[in-house]
């Protein structure tokens, strides 16, 4: 195509290039937050992180007359084509200029990549792992994202669609504050579980961290694996996320539900970090570290990341009362505002949770996928 060549990343001035080309995308806008650098630098080394022991991936740059216009990383996760039973490549980091032939010339790199490899499939976005972020934000475009949550221009809906992508599944979020009320159906079964003993919650031990993550690791690979784009957590990268978390996390929001010290269920949150690194521009020296400590002080809000049972408790109210107890932790810390993010628009049982107990629908994300194989579309 006119003045566009594709660059495979291979140098650490590539790598560079790649990472930094986003601040040209969201130059002006209030709302996008500029990721950590250190922290995209470990997510994409190949050598180092858990994720490429069931993974590969390469990354590449569009360049018109040159200068970079676009980028994207093409992705196979192998655990997701075992549970899925699926020949799936996915597409994940895309960023573009409003430029549908550069969109195009990226989408079809991948997609070329992907059909290379015997997929027959292209999905995303999903950065790089269906367990961190992933898809595009669809509505909700007045309001900042949520810690580890995606934002992206409008346009990118359009070039997509105009590159033959149509919809897979789109993923809500939800928002409550702490001033609204309870409807009478969760009330009404809190008050009938408070009355027993049966479960009990608790807080993890900072001294056992790991033992602790494999209980996490346990519960969601149970709780979720029949959920659409379900990948279990490894232990590796369970034990990376741990030491990646252990400095951030407020253990205080994490939860254990327990039915006779086996563990049922469990919730966890992490402070709006967004509200800081917004500040940062990416960077933790020579001031963001004294940035991050002085802001975290006045973050707002929080995200509950993972929130549920394992599936022999889902119909016994559990969720509830653990939601209960979540809450009561997350008011004690002084935190205003709580966003359930995310689920599947499909999952009706989580949503109809969501409703009841006072969280209110504000943002869509969408999640797009084309055929590769002969054939397809």
């Not at 995308?25 to 922290?39: M, S, T």
């Not at 020579?286 to 006045?298: A, E, N, Q």
Request: glycine fraction near 6%.
């Amino acid at each position: 195509m006119n003045g566009i060549a594709i660059k495979k990343v291979e140098t650490s001035r590539d790598l560079r290039r790649f990472i930094r080309f986003a601040w040209r995308v969201y130059v002006g806008d209030p709302n996008w937050v500029p990721p950590l650098i250190v922290d995209m630098k470990d997510r994409l080394n190949r050598k180092t992180h858990p994720f490429f022991e069931h993974g590969e991936a390469d990354y590449f740059l569009a360049l018109r007359n040159g200068k970079p216009a676009g980028r994207i990383a093409a992705v196979i996760d192998r655990h997701h084509n075992e549970c899925h039973d699926e020949k799936t490549a996915f597409f994940g980091l895309f960023e573009s200029l409003d430029d549908p032939e550069v969109a195009r010339s990226l989408l079809d790199t991948a997609a070329a990549w992907g059909l290379e490899r015997g997929m027959d499939t292209l999905r995303g976005p999903a950065n790089l792992s269906m367990n961190v972020e992933c898809g595009f934000l669809l509505e909700g475009f007045d309001k900042r994202p949520a810690v580890m949550m995606p934002y992206n221009p409008r346009y990118y809906h359009a070039l997509l669609e105009a590159s033959g992508f149509v919809k897979a599944k789109d993923l809500y979020a939800f928002h409550m504050k702490r001033s609204r009320e309870r409807q009478a159906r969760a009330e009404e079964i809190l008050s009938r579980l408070r009355a027993s003993d049966k479960f009990t919650f608790r807080s993890p031990k900072r001294a056992d961290l790991p033992s602790e993550a494999r209980r996490i690791a346990e519960v969601y690979n149970e709780g979720w694996r029949n959920n659409w784009g379900f990948v279990p957590w490894t232990e590796a990268e369970m034990d990376h996320l741990v030491r990646n978390l252990a400095r951030l996390a407020d253990l205080d929001l994490v939860l254990f539900a327990e039915d006779q010290g086996r563990t049922a269920g469990f919730a966890f949150a992490l402070p709006d970090y967004n509200q800081v690194l917004a500040r940062m521009n990416g960077r933790l020296l020579p001031f963001g570290i004294l940035k991050f400590m002085t802001g975290r002080r006045s973050i707002t809000g929080v995200r509950a990341l993972v929130f549920g049972v394992k599936p022999e408790y889902m119909h016994t109210g559990l969720a509830y009362l653990l939601y209960d107890e979540f809450e009561k932790a997350i008011i004690r810390k002084g935190y205003e505002w709580c966003e359930l993010s995310w689920q599947l628009e499909d999952n009706h049982a989580i949503n109809r949770f969501a409703a009841s107990i006072g969280a209110a629908l504000y943002k869509k994300y969408r999640i797009y996928e084309k055929r590769i194989a002969s054939g397809g579309a």
